[in-house]
């Protein structure tokens, strides 16, 4: 079974800078896209950033610019370093991956959230 663990929410104002990071763990063979996902109280989850394993990466356009994501494969961690904070910015954050395990099997894998608030 694999798991996801996030870490590096927190609370921070306007105009500062947070770093999300995610470790995958378990039977792992490889890991194809991570990504990360928000949810904001009373709207729906939205992809915010992904990115391939080779690297290709992939905004929404209200942070691009902002926030930038990365990967250690071989760590199997990704990270989400946002600068620049807005209040509209203050969601649950969820990383995403897709991973095929070491009995071949391909599985969408969610984390438990962090939370992130900016204050205005």
């Known amino acids: 079974q694999v798991q996801l663990v996030e870490s590096g929410g927190g609370l921070v104002q306007a105009g500062g800078s947070l770093r999300l990071s995610c470790a995958a763990s378990?039977?792992?063979?490889?890991?194809?896209?991570m990504g990360w996902y928000r949810q904001a109280p009373g709207k729906q989850r939205e992809l915010v950033a992904a990115i391939s394993s080779g690297g290709r990466t992939n905004y929404a356009g209200s942070v691009k610019g902002r926030f930038t994501i990365s990967r250690d494969n071989a760590e199997n961690t990704v990270y989400l370093q946002m600068n620049s904070l807005k209040p509209e910015d203050t969601a649950v954050y969820y990383c995403?991956?897709?991973?095929?395990?070491?009995?071949?099997?391909?599985?969408?894998?969610w984390g438990q959230g962090t939370l992130v608030t900016v204050s205005s």
């Open positions: 378990g039977s792992i063979f490889s890991i194809n896209h």
């Open positions: 995403n991956a897709n991973v095929v395990a070491n009995t071949g099997r391909y599985s969408e894998v």
